[in-house]
């Protein structure tokens, strides 16, 4: 796994919570969640996810992620 750089330029954070039939997301600028959605967890909903970011200029680069399962 790759460590995130010492210091970042990433202005966006995106949650994730992870569940076994869906994604539920949130992007946050860091003052406050700026997008919300949620999305299928297989193929389809992942390349959703992918476009949902594109949209709103979360790139890899500007974007840390951060996820958590659901469930017992």
Do not use: Q, Y
Request: charged residues 20%; aromatic residues 2%.
């Amino acid at each position: 796994m790759e460590e995130a750089p010492a210091t970042s330029t990433a202005s966006l954070s995106l949650g994730i919570d992870v569940g076994k039939s869906a994604l539920e997301l949130a992007l946050s600028n860091g003052e406050a969640a700026i997008a919300k959605t949620s999305v299928s967890n297989d193929s389809e909903g992942h390349e959703r996810l992918l476009s949902w970011l594109h949209d709103r200029e979360a790139s890899p680069g500007e974007t840390f992620v951060c996820m958590e399962s659901s469930g017992g």
